[in-house]
């Protein structure tokens, strides 16, 4: 059986790998997220690689799950990152995964209005 891998797949998998660092180090990088410039770099990327097919829905829900559960995530979110998060969001919601919107990126007349939509 030949087994080739998917471009989008080496793609992402180059990028998940950091050039050559193991995962733990990816992921020793991603929790250093302290300032609203690193956020907004991590945001940016997420999102390019939800709209480019690179990372699976699932993948970008469980960054997104990492960044609101940031000890900081408070100070960190000015309104720009929290529109990156919000876009970022709606684009998972669009792919089919069924979530609900988090408090944090959208307000109250957002989320009831969504319940509404949906029931």
């Known amino acids: 059986m030949n087994k080739k891998k998917d471009p ?49 829905p699932i993948y970008a829900m469980s960054a997104m799950n990492f960044v609101l559960t940031l000890p900081d995530i408070y100070n960190l979110l000015d309104n720009e990152n929290k529109e990156i998060a919000r876009d970022i969001w709606l684009r998972i919601k669009q792919s089919g995964l ?12 957002e989320i009831n209005g969504a319940a509404a939509s949906q029931g």
């Not at 991590?42 to 690179?54: A, H, P, W």
């Open 8 to 56: 989008k797949a080496k793609m992402a998998e180059k990028s998940v790998t950091n050039s050559g660092t193991d995962g733990a180090q990816g992921q020793e990088a991603f929790g250093r997220i302290s300032s609203k410039p690193e956020l907004k770099t991590f945001l940016n990327s997420i999102r390019d690689k939800v709209t480019e097919g690179i990372a699976a």
């Open 98 to 109: 069924q979530i609900r919107m988090p408090g944090l990126l959208f307000g109250p007349d």
